[in-house]
């Protein structure tokens, strides 16, 4: 049975409004040689192979359905992912190890008691006692550069074979195509891209169902699992927020920038108090409240309830900052010769607003989009750090930081809560940064040369 959480609705909200997007900018020579800017970075093409990549896990996170046997919300990377989730240990196991990382009492062969690292009951329970883990691992490893290589070359071929056929299909009489055979070096990097996510996802499938890859929690928890379930949460903290502010940003920034006056005044007013007021305070008071008028009910849609309460407050705190730059770049919009053409010949002001106006802020509200992202993310974790983030029932890095923070100062150290959460986030952030730089220097006019 499908089951649509709160948060679900608005990832589907802005996946459609993504599509609808890009089908529409195809049209305009604009945004067109903007993508060919960016196509030619190859880091910043390299930057939304990856982003690509932690999207195609969040919507699979994001498709939930009740079980019928236990009656939990789960989601179809829960199913897929069943091998490594269903697999929990005792306690603490380091990454890669058949052995549990504390000791217990052990009776021996001759009846004695003794403390010894007992092994796991699923890491490395395919190896016997004498079997050597160092060549197994190696033998996994070079089956998965084989495996990877093969699948990459394989998968460049199709989609060689494919832009032919492609070619062979519209290619008018006159000679001339719609689509262009790649070039030397857009098939290097194809072959690239597609051999080293072929190597990426053999790794996975065959070490992840044997090992546990970056250990297990203290309640014996898979952490690689958790640190792919904590995926969504990152992308849905950084998407509908944004999805959140925009709306209001753009609404009284061009209403306060285009109209004047009294108008402006009061919105100036009021973005002023909000930005005048901590929003680290804002945001604890406003959780405390929700808090405070939560009742007792299904864990999963309770949990993705205060998600959502996050991004709105977390929405409404930072809305400020795009409002000025909207409000500034409108005054800058409606001196221009072409607003006041149109004004001139009779057309109404909300029209020159819809028609003129707004179209020419995209470019500032798809980058501000962008840039903002990685902040949101980052700030989900100080916030979780701090105990008001998201419910401690749902993954996120946020919390395995928080985790982390008692596990350090145990004796011996668990280290790989911290060290997991870390990597996931600097695979994300990073790209989301690249990838906005690259996108400004494509559409920001004063940039271009």
């Given at each position: 049975?499908?089951?649509?959480?709160?948060?679900?609705?608005?990832?589907?909200?802005?996946?459609?409004?993504?599509?609808?997007?890009?089908?529409?900018?195809?049209?305009?020579?604009?945004?067109?040689?903007?993508?060919?800017?960016?196509?030619?970075?190859?880091?910043?093409?390299?930057?939304?192979?990856?982003?690509?990549?932690?999207?195609?896990?969040?919507?699979?996170?994001?498709?939930?359905?009740?079980?019928?046997?236990?009656?939990?919300?789960?989601?179809?990377?829960?199913?897929?992912?069943?091998?490594?989730?269903?697999?929990?240990?005792?306690?603490?196991?380091?990454?890669?190890?058949?052995?549990?990382?504390?000791?217990?009492?052990?009776?021996?062969?001759?009846?004695?008691?003794?403390?010894?690292?007992?092994?796991?009951?699923?890491?490395?329970?395919?190896?016997?006692?004498?079997?050597?883990?160092?060549?197994?691992?190696?033998?996994?490893?070079?089956?998965?550069?084989?495996?990877?290589?093969?699948?990459?070359?394989?998968?460049?071929?199709?989609?060689?074979?494919?832009?032919?056929?492609?070619?062979?299909?519209?290619?008018?009489?006159?000679?001339?195509?719609?689509?262009?055979?790649?070039?030397?070096?857009?098939?290097?990097?194809?072959?690239?891209?597609?051999?080293?996510?072929?190597?990426?996802?053999?790794?996975?499938?065959?070490?992840?169902?044997?090992?546990?890859?970056?250990?297990?929690?203290?309640?014996?928890?898979?952490?690689?699992?958790?640190?792919?379930?904590?995926?969504?949460?990152?992308?849905?903290?950084?998407?509908?927020?944004?999805?959140?502010?925009?709306?209001?940003?753009?609404?009284?920034?061009?209403?306060?920038?285009?109209?004047?006056?009294?108008?402006?005044?009061?919105?100036?007013?009021?973005?002023?108090?909000?930005?005048?007021?901590?929003?680290?305070?804002?945001?604890?008071?406003?959780?405390?409240?929700?808090?405070?008028?939560?009742?007792?009910?299904?864990?999963?849609?309770?949990?993705?309830?205060?998600?959502?309460?996050?991004?709105?407050?977390?929405?409404?705190?930072?809305?400020?900052?795009?409002?000025?730059?909207?409000?500034?770049?409108?005054?800058?919009?409606?001196?221009?010769?072409?607003?006041?053409?149109?004004?001139?010949?009779?057309?109404?002001?909300?029209?020159?607003?819809?028609?003129?106006?707004?179209?020419?802020?995209?470019?500032?509200?798809?980058?501000?989009f962008v840039l903002r992202f990685s902040g949101l993310v980052l700030a989900e974790a100080v916030l979780a750090y701090i105990g008001?983030?998201?419910?401690?029932?749902?993954?996120?890095?946020?919390?395995?930081?928080?985790?982390?923070?008692?596990?350090?100062?145990?004796?011996?150290?668990?280290?790989?809560?911290?060290?997991?959460?870390?990597?996931?986030?600097?695979?994300?952030?990073?790209?989301?940064?690249?990838?906005?730089?690259?996108?400004?220097?494509?559409?920001?006019?004063?940039?271009?040369?």
């Amino acid at each position: 049975m499908i089951r649509i959480l709160p948060t679900d609705a608005f990832v589907f909200l802005l996946v459609i409004a993504g599509a609808l997007f890009v089908f529409s900018a195809r049209r305009k020579e604009y945004w067109r040689n903007a993508w060919s800017q960016v196509r030619k970075n190859g880091v910043a093409y390299f930057s939304l192979i990856v982003l690509s990549f932690y999207g195609c896990i969040a919507l699979l996170d994001t498709i939930h359905y009740q079980d019928r046997q236990t009656g939990a919300t789960l989601s179809a990377l829960d199913w897929i992912a069943a091998p490594i989730r269903l697999r929990v240990e005792k306690t603490y196991s380091a990454p890669i190890s058949r052995y549990q990382y504390t000791k217990e009492f052990q009776e021996t062969g001759s009846g004695e008691m003794t403390r010894a690292y007992p092994r796991l009951l699923y890491g490395g329970a395919h190896l016997g006692e004498d079997e050597s883990a160092f060549m197994d691992l190696a033998r996994r490893f070079l089956l998965t550069l084989a495996e990877g290589s093969v699948i990459g070359c394989l998968l460049t071929c199709i989609l060689l074979c494919g832009c032919s056929l492609l070619v062979r299909i519209f290619s008018p009489a006159s000679g001339r195509s719609r689509f262009e055979m790649p070039s030397r070096k857009a098939f290097m990097a194809t072959l690239f891209i597609c051999s080293a996510a072929s190597i990426i996802v053999a790794f996975i499938f065959n070490f992840a169902p044997y090992y546990h890859l970056l250990g297990t929690d203290k309640v014996g928890g898979d952490v690689f699992y958790r640190s792919l379930k904590s995926i969504r949460t990152g992308l849905v903290i950084g998407s509908v927020t944004t999805l959140i502010v925009i709306p209001f940003a753009v609404f009284f920034g061009v209403l306060a920038g285009y109209y004047g006056g009294i108008i402006d005044d009061s919105i100036q007013y009021i973005y002023s108090i909000f930005a005048s007021i901590p929003s680290v305070l804002l945001i604890v008071s406003f959780m405390l409240l929700i808090e405070v008028g939560e009742t007792v009910g299904d864990m999963a849609w309770k949990a993705d309830r205060r998600l959502l309460s996050l991004c709105v407050i977390m929405g409404i705190t930072t809305w400020t900052g795009l409002c000025r730059l909207i409000r500034g770049e409108t005054l800058k919009l409606r001196e221009l010769d072409y607003v006041q053409a149109a004004l001139s010949f009779g057309l109404s002001r909300p029209r020159i607003i819809i028609k003129h106006i707004i179209p020419n802020l995209m470019h500032i509200v798809l980058i501000s989009f962008v840039l903002r992202f990685s902040g949101l993310v980052l700030a989900e974790a100080v916030l979780a750090y701090i105990g008001i983030g998201v419910d401690p029932s749902m993954e996120s890095w946020g919390n395995m930081i928080n985790t982390a923070r008692l596990e350090l100062a145990r004796e011996p150290v668990v280290w790989w809560n911290l060290i997991s959460a870390l990597i996931f986030m600097f695979g994300l952030v990073l790209p989301a940064n690249l990838f906005g730089d690259a996108l400004r220097d494509a559409l920001d006019p004063r940039l271009k040369t």
